[in-house]
């Protein structure tokens, strides 16, 4: 994210996590949602540097996570109840590994992260709980798992191993 | 069209002011809702756009210019006529609030300090 132009590639990693929110939201608000990401987190950069990045970007994943949860709410039906629960099924799981990842990123530069890490885990576990999670992420994005009959139940499945998987690792500890 | 339901958010009404003001886009509404809540509201791009949605279904907003075909899309929103109308009853159900706060004593003392 830091060195070269991190506006766009920022930018690009913040247009895959809109991917999953609700259509009617994702193909309507999607690009100007992306738009406003980008000039904030150009503004920040300019003011704060790799403090103002890591600010946004963690400002901006709870934004996400919480809109998230408003915009499948919107577009709840009873019709759409499975969709509803596998979102935010998925929504959890991925909140989770965004926030691994996150973490993970931020350890050599962060003296309380490095202690947290070093007090209560271990690295190993960081990668085990960030991997998957960062795969489930990547999947998420492919188009055939966002289309078709069996939307409803691969996206379930793949929240609920999601979860499982990274909360069975933030209790082991390694 | 969407209706209203119910009083409108935070986000929604902070949305509607910003924009009776004069026609703008997302990330200028981000900074004008922190600076007109006094620092206190603070939405991101995804509580903006899903409130924005929410209006624009209802017909309190609108689309001012279409996206382009390529690059930059800076899209900018506009109140609508039955917006100023549902922010000013909104606005006017508040003030009623805050008079029958203030007939009742609990505006006294320092801004932000509740005796």
């Keep these: 994210m830091i060195g070269g132009p991190p506006a766009p590639r920022s930018r690009r990693l913040y247009r895959l996590l809109l991917g999953l929110y609700p259509p009617a939201l994702r193909d309507g608000f999607a690009d100007v949602q992306a738009d406003a990401f980008e000039d904030w987190l150009s503004e920040a950069r300019a003011r704060q540097g790799l403090a103002g990045v890591a600010g946004v970007w963690g400002q901006a994943a709870l934004d996400w996570s919480w809109s998230m949860l408003l915009a499948y709410r919107d577009a709840a039906s009873p019709a759409g109840a499975a969709q509803l629960i596998s979102g935010l099924l998925l929504a959890l799981a991925l909140a989770l590994g965004m926030w691994s990842l996150i973490g993970a990123s931020m350890l050599g530069h962060v003296a309380w992260a490095t202690d947290f890490v070093e007090t209560h885990t271990t690295p190993n576990t960081w990668m085990a709980l960030g991997a998957p999670c960062a795969a489930l992420v990547l999947a998420a994005m492919v188009n055939p798992w966002r289309s078709g009959r069996l939307t409803p139940l691969l996206k379930l499945s793949a929240a609920v191993c999601g979860s499982a998987w990274s909360l069975a690792v933030l209790t082991w500890r390694g | ?115």
Excluded at chain 2, 27 to 49: D, F, H, N, Q
Excluded at chain 2, 85 to 98: K, P, S, T
Aim: glycine residues 14%; without cysteine; proline residues 7%.
């Design chain 2, 1 to 115: 069209m969407a209706p209203v339901r119910g009083p409108l958010g935070h986000v929604e009404l902070q949305i509607l002011v910003n924009l009776a003001a004069g026609p703008s886009h997302g990330y200028e509404l981000m900074r004008a809702i922190g600076v007109s809540s006094g620092g206190r509201l603070k939405a991101g791009p995804g509580t903006l756009y899903v409130a924005m949605k929410r209006l624009v279904d209802a017909g309190l907003a609108e689309e001012l210019s279409p996206p382009q075909a390529t690059g930059r899309q800076r899209r900018t929103y506009a109140i609508t006529s039955r917006g100023h109308a549902v922010m000013r009853e909104e606005l006017a159900r508040l003030r009623d609030i805050v008079d029958h706060a203030a007939a009742a004593g609990w505006l006294e003392g320092p801004r932000g300090a509740i005796p």
